[in-house]
């Protein structure tokens, strides 16, 4: 049985936490005052006038479940994104409730897919929400809740099973509270670095914070149209590219380096086959791209590296339009969507730990072949990874190919060419933003027709919260008894 | 330890097989008297110089083991086709040896692509030949499935073991030839029913034989340039139909329907499934081709069923160009392509009894998420399905999967458009032939640059023998002590 009551207090509870989260770009919009400060005022005094009253009079409920905890994470996500997206909406520069919507889904989720073909016709407040969605959903809306919610008086416990980026293997803190706050500690701490970088190079104070939102969450929402490349500057692609390559990279080990241990990295399998994948594809595409097109080695290496990262990261940043490179390289780009960041990073896709244990389980099964009788572990460094975990994680990715070709399959009965079908699904599934074709790298997702948007928004949502935690919730078997 | 000595005698042994199949074209060229006479003379002459003294010299050889038996079903089949070529090189009608070994490989994988442009030039000898390599490949892969597969663990056939005809005993060679007496028994009935009936529906009788072989086995090779389209016949499309459906199911259940059963496809879940998918698809592209483009219904139903069937048969006739059809259409026919047919049957892809097991598991790991401790079997009618097989199809659709994934971004690195490359996979790899873009159905493989046949060779064979098959001998393992 489901604690209804209970849940429903903690999404009101979130709610007000959204409030709180609006204060940040209220604040923004009341510095520059370019038009969009009442947007921000309404929907405020709405939320309050729905959430206050809701959370006092449900107050006082039980513990949550662990089954509990799939509904409120999926809710939650899709509350923010629902009530997110009114400021957009209300000031009248996305005039669609559909398209704010998406791009709301898009920021929380931290995908970076946009409606939008004039971003810099947002006024200050609007462009700083974008970014600071990002900000927000790349944490984990609910992780950030959990430091708060105790506070409240409700235990978060089972929320983290469910809210956890990735097959977390060693947990860095008993205590999920605990936890939190050190995580989002180091969030903040990186944050903080990236923002003064991007200062230092060049870019002014606001840019600067909204592009590391962007790149510290793996979202990719740029305030220039023409995303990173408006900058062209080597410096800028370098400090990024590193960034997004931490934020890629699993969270506790940033901690455990940051507490002396700066060598963690290299004892981390994970972490050194990221980095493999990253060299291996940057070499094969920078090699394509010398050969074809004629930017000079320099060039050729920036471009290469920052796109390789922002892919494979799943931010979806851009400095060059990859749709004039050959289809190998797209191809290259395109299968590195899926692999993703790494677990317990902000980095979406199917995260890096999975691909190595699949590989490790394909050749498992080989060796089974020529010894039937043996009992063959899957190891990644020293741990064998139990066998339950190796089955769970098989069935995640067979889940997420067939999702993916479902998905694909449906953007066709909209009219989509295949190229952009494939494009749309991956980069929305994968929580990257611009994919390949009519959604490509130079375009937008304004095109797609409202069904599109909304089956894409829901694409990336799924492959947010791992796909398990939102299609338990279409099981029967979750609402009965 | 292999036993190269037994290993190489069999090997021998199929090549005495081959120089027997190859009394049949030579038969034919006597017959029409058009020219190939001598390349059918040369070739027979040239594999007995090897093969007779080989085989006398070898004999008398240990039983084989079960690990040898990887090596001499990737080496039969290889041997095949290299010899199996030399007819169509030396008669000069296709003057490329690289040519001559696709075309081989395709037809004894039963894949059908063709590197062909002009298929009616070929003398009538020939013609028989490239449509007989399907007829025997595809008894050759029954042989395989239902008797040789399961015993090395490879293949989806493990689940049916005591379901296969033929006396259950330990020692293989006794099992294999009564069980193979059996099914070629039902093939050959089968073979001659569609003989009978294609040429009471019009064709002549050079034709019928040719096109069957090109049934029985979901090969798909025609003699007609325009494949089955040249006869523009509902007559003959039907036939084709119902024979491709028989020739995609398991061979086990018609040996049991002849011998007083014929009701025992309406227990089989595996036959549903195929029968189910291939009614949803068709209503599905039915509905979109009759949606866009002006057939009138009758037409609808006689292009869509045959398409629908001869891909997932992974036949590859064509009698409508589908390429003229949405995106959705496509896609769904390539989505079919890897669906394949039923295990146990002539047809290629990942096998219909794979893919049912894998939504039964994804099912259950949803399942397990609700109940973390439940003990949860994976069932297909009234059979559990042991955690082993359940992960060894697992296993096996990741790596084919990753092998296609693989497979596409080699083909794009030799100058692919991505819908051809993804085509071109995906058609040999499931042994369907005709695929997407530069090598759709209209289309052949003679532009492909000839490390890309010989890599689409390499890919049928591997679709063909279940990849494992010829994936464990590239492990170092296979090869050691």
Redesign the interface.
């Known amino acids: 049985m489901l604690n209804y009551r209970a849940i429903v207090n903690i999404l009101f509870a979130l709610l007000l936490f959204l409030v709180m989260a609006l204060l940040f770009p209220l604040g923004v919009a009341f510095l520059y005052d370019d038009g969009d400060i009442h947007a921000f005022l309404l929907t405020i005094i709405f939320l309050l006038i729905i959430a206050l009253p809701g959370f006092f009079l449900t107050r006082h409920s039980r513990e949550l479940k662990i089954?509990d905890g799939?509904l409120v994470v999926t809710l939650g996500w899709l509350l923010f994104s629902v009530f997110g997206a009114i400021p957009f909406y209300i000031d009248g520069h996305i005039p669609s409730y559909t398209d704010a919507f998406f791009e709301t889904m898009s920021g929380f989720t931290t995908t970076g897919a946009s409606i939008l073909s004039d971003i810099e016709a947002l006024p200050h407040g609007l462009l700083f929400w974008r970014s600071f969605t990002h900000w927000l959903g790349g944490m984990g809306i609910i992780l950030l809740s959990l430091a708060i919610l105790p506070l409240l008086g409700v235990g978060g416990m089972q929320l983290f099973k469910a809210e956890v980026p990735g097959p977390t293997m060693d947990k860095l803190s008993p205590r999920i509270k605990h936890t939190a706050e050190l995580l989002w500690g180091v969030y903040l701490i990186l944050t903080i670095a990236e923002i003064i970088l991007l200062r230092m190079a060049g870019m002014n104070w606001f840019d600067s914070a909204c592009h590391t939102f962007g790149t510290m969450a793996t979202g990719g929402f740029s305030t220039k149209n023409t995303s990173l490349a408006y900058y062209n500057s080597a410096a800028i692609d370098t400090i990024v590219i590193v960034f997004m390559i931490l934020a890629g990279t699993n969270f506790s080990l940033h901690y455990r380096a940051l507490r002396g241990k700066p060598l963690i990295y290299w004892k981390d399998p994970e972490a050194m086959f990221f980095i493999g994948i990253i060299l291996v594809a940057s070499v094969f595409i920078g090699y394509?791209v010398l050969a074809r097109l004629n930017y000079d080695p320099g060039k050729t290496v920036q471009y290469t590296v920052f796109q390789v990262v922002s892919i494979i990261t799943t931010t979806g940043y851009g400095t060059a339009d990859y749709e004039k490179w050959?289809?190998?390289s797209?191809?290259?780009l395109f299968?590195l969507m899926f692999l993703g960041g790494c677990a317990g990073s902000t980095g979406g896709g199917m995260k890096i730990i999975r691909s190595l244990i699949?590989v490790k389980?394909?050749?498992?099964?080989?060796?089974?072949?020529?010894?039937?009788q043996a009992v063959l572990p899957v190891r990644i460094g020293q741990a064998v990874i139990a066998r339950e975990i190796?089955?769970?994680i098989?069935?995640?990715?067979?889940?997420y190919?067939?999702l993916f070709?479902f998905g694909?399959?449906f953007m066709?009965?909209l009219?989509?060419?295949?190229?952009s079908?494939l494009g749309s699904v991956a980069a929305t599934m994968n929580n990257i933003g611009p994919g390949?074709g009519s959604v490509g790298p130079t375009d937008n997702y304004h095109h797609i027709a409202p069904a599109g948007k909304w089956f894409l928004s829901f694409l990336m949502l799924v492959g947010r919260l791992e796909v398990?935690t939102v299609?338990?919730l279409l099981?029967p078997?979750?609402w009965r008894k």
Chains 1, 2 share one sequence.
């Open positions: 089954k799939f394509d050959s289809s190998a797209q191809l290259m299968l699949l389980f394909g050749h498992k099964e080989l060796k089974r072949l020529i010894h039937p190796v089955t769970n098989a069935g995640f990715i067979l889940l190919i067939s070709a694909v399959l066709t009965t009219g989509l060419d295949i190229e079908a390949l398990f299609l338990v099981t078997g979750y």
